[in-house]
């Protein structure tokens, strides 16, 4: 099968992290009221694909590290993007993440259940349980480098080094992404967008934590706070990678099935996000082509067929096809970098893993 090592270094890396981030839960304070423990939790509980920590983990290896002095960074960083993912969803306003209700959901409903509050209260209150759920989980992904990145032999220098890139250059870049995600689906008109505009968005959204923990993974892998070769060559690599994910993540998003994905599809077409695929469509289309997605196109009351239908109309007009080159472009400039390291098993893993990133279906 292909990517038969790869997947199952990914499966690895879940039960590694998962099992780590749980067995600190349960050794910490208790969160209260349940409904933000809970929803503290849940996503980790779900399972996911784990990217984030692999490529971080693969990096540490690939230089020369063990990746038990990196898992408590590889933990860091899963409940650094899960909290990201709780306050996404309610920004995409989105019902299901991995196949199980949203984190706002499951408090609205709560809520609406249990606190016996009236449908709209329930609402904010689901909204504001996620958002301080998303915070807790800020927090926690900090302390885990501050805290038990030292007790895994990385040097403290290291550490603080890593806990200032996340919290200010990563952080910062982050959230102009989102922003930049929110605006451009409600203010702009996407065929004053470049190409460029739209990448650059999604690198600031997605590459640039990606980016983050080939530089991670490099520097706890040869302990010394040094910016050599082979840490600029992982930086870019996972940067590059990172962004042809997003980019991947925008085709599924229109064309992917929701049972692998589990999360809804065409939902991104319904809330007007501005994507490659709709802009390389509305390039080559018709007026009356035009008409017809940019009738759709950020339309909330848009029905199924009508979403069916524009997503057709996206493929024909070569939306997707442009993407799919974008992304295996991205791959292309990124795997030479890896040349600059030594043969070993990890490397040939991360190859894999930038291949895998256009390739996946989930």
């Not at 990172?242 to 991104?268: C, N, W, Y």
Request: proline share 3%; net charge negative; hydrophobic share 40%.
């Amino acid at each position: 099968m292909k990517y038969q090592e790869f997947l199952a270094e990914l499966s690895e890396t879940e039960k590694l992290v998962t099992k780590y981030i749980l067995d600190q839960a349960d050794s910490g304070i208790r969160i209260k009221p349940p409904v933000i423990e809970k929803g503290i939790l849940s996503y980790v509980k779900h399972g996911g694909k784990r990217l984030r920590p692999s490529v971080l983990m693969l990096s540490c290896m690939a230089v020369g590290g063990n990746k038990e002095m990196a898992l408590p960074a590889a933990a860091g960083v899963e409940l650094f993007h899960t909290w990201t993912l709780v306050h996404d969803d309610i920004i995409d306003n989105d019902k299901f993440r991995r196949g199980k209700e949203t984190v706002h959901i499951t408090a609205e409903k709560y809520g609406e259940n249990q606190l016996k509050l009236t449908p709209a209260a329930a609402r904010k209150y689901g909204i504001d349980s996620a958002i301080l759920t998303g915070d807790v989980q800020h927090g926690w992904s900090v302390s885990m480098l501050s805290d038990n990145l030292p007790n895994a032999g990385v040097r403290p220098e290291i550490a603080l080094h890593l806990i200032t890139l996340l919290q200010v250059n990563v952080l910062r870049t982050l959230m102009e992404g989102e922003m930049l995600d929110v605006e451009f689906g409600l203010c702009s008109d996407i065929q004053q967008l470049s190409d460029e505009q739209i990448i650059d968005m999604l690198w600031k959204k997605t590459g640039i934590l990606y980016e983050y923990c080939g530089i991670a993974g490099a520097l706890i892998g040869r302990n010394i706070l040094e910016y050599d070769q082979q840490v600029l060559a992982l930086k870019d690599f996972c940067s590059l990678c990172g962004t042809a994910f997003q980019v991947r993540d925008d085709i599924l998003g229109l064309i992917g099935k929701e049972s692998e994905l589990g999360k809804p599809v065409g939902s991104d077409v319904r809330e007007g996000k501005k994507t490659l695929l709709v802009r390389e469509a509305l390039t080559n289309a018709t007026e009356s082509q035009k008409s017809e997605i940019l009738r759709v196109l950020g339309n909330s009351q848009a029905t199924a067929k009508d979403i069916e239908k524009i997503t057709m109309l996206i493929a024909d007009l070569g939306g997707v096809e442009k993407a799919r080159k974008i992304a295996q472009d991205y791959v292309n400039k990124a795997l030479p970098l890896l040349d600059i390291l030594p043969s070993s098993q990890s490397r040939d893993l991360l190859y894999d893993w930038a291949n895998f990133m256009i390739e996946r279906r989930y």
